[in-house]
């Protein structure tokens, strides 16, 4: 298992430019989120997904646009890029919210993956 | 929302010391606390967590307490080594579809050899 991946490691861009990060899981977690970590703020949350097709702001949603199209992968887009993006971003996934037997699991062990490191000049 | 707090935000000890990191939450519907490690360039780690109905929980020379009435709860390393050097984050969460962590700002703890 590669657990998280994440592409690329590190970006440089330009105020006004778009891209997306890469986010993928072999684990076959229904859940998936976004955050940012910047100095001295711990993670904060920027979008997740419950499961394909389902996705939901967290508190730091402005600027930036996702899909959840298949279970394994999670693409965050920006969508014109400005200076105070300029953060490293983790993508994490953990196990689905329900067991087999329909109960909700207190388990709740989110992976993380390596992270993108993003400036925005 | 919840609103976590983390004290100190850099801790140095000398090897062999302990180390306790104090976070505290707001939400009292919170019921489930992890703690993160981070090294450098990596992502976080699960090293370990504690559910509302505990309230210590011990694995190796790591310990984590919580105490929900007042809202607290605190990592314990004993015998610490220069290979626990790291940023520690403590976070809390609900236990609904939502699944979202709300973190601490981090403590960068400095094991000296």
């Known amino acids: 298992n590669a657990g998280v991946t994440q592409t690329p490691k590190f970006q440089v861009l330009k105020t006004g430019q778009s891209m997306t990060l890469q986010c993928a899981q072999d684990?076959?977690?229904?859940?998936m989120s976004w955050y940012r970590q910047d100095p001295g703020m711990g993670l904060r949350l920027i979008h997740y997904s419950v499961g394909a097709g389902i996705t939901d702001q967290g508190e730091v949603p402005n600027g930036y646009n996702v899909s959840r199209s298949t279970t394994e992968d999670f693409p965050l887009r920006l969508l014109s890029a400005a200076p105070s993006q300029t953060s490293v971003y983790f993508c994490?996934?953990?196990?689905?919210?329900?067991?087999?037997?329909?109960?909700?699991?207190?388990?709740?062990?989110?992976?993380f993956g390596p992270g993108t490191r993003l400036t925005v000049l | 929302g919840e609103n976590v707090e983390q004290h100190p935000s850099t801790l140095s000890v000398q090897e062999g010391d302990s180390a306790v990191i104090k976070c505290t939450y707001s939400?009292?519907?919170?019921?489930?606390f992890p703690w993160y490690k981070q090294e450098l360039g990596k992502g976080p780690q699960l090293i370990i967590d504690?559910?509302?109905?505990?309230g210590e929980k011990k694995d190796q020379r790591i310990a984590v307490t919580l105490n929900k009435t007042a809202k607290h709860f605190s990592l314990h390393i004993t015998e610490t080594q220069p290979e626990d050097s790291a940023v520690y984050f403590c976070a809390a969460s609900i236990r609904t579809g939502r699944r979202a962590l709300t973190f601490g700002s981090g403590t960068r703890l400095q094991v000296q050899p």
């Open positions: 504690i559910r509302s109905n505990v």
């Open positions: 939400d009292s519907a919170s019921n489930y």
């Open positions: 684990m076959n977690h229904e859940y």
């Open positions: 994490a996934s953990s196990d689905p919210p329900f067991s087999r037997e329909g109960l909700m699991r207190s388990y709740n062990e989110q992976f």
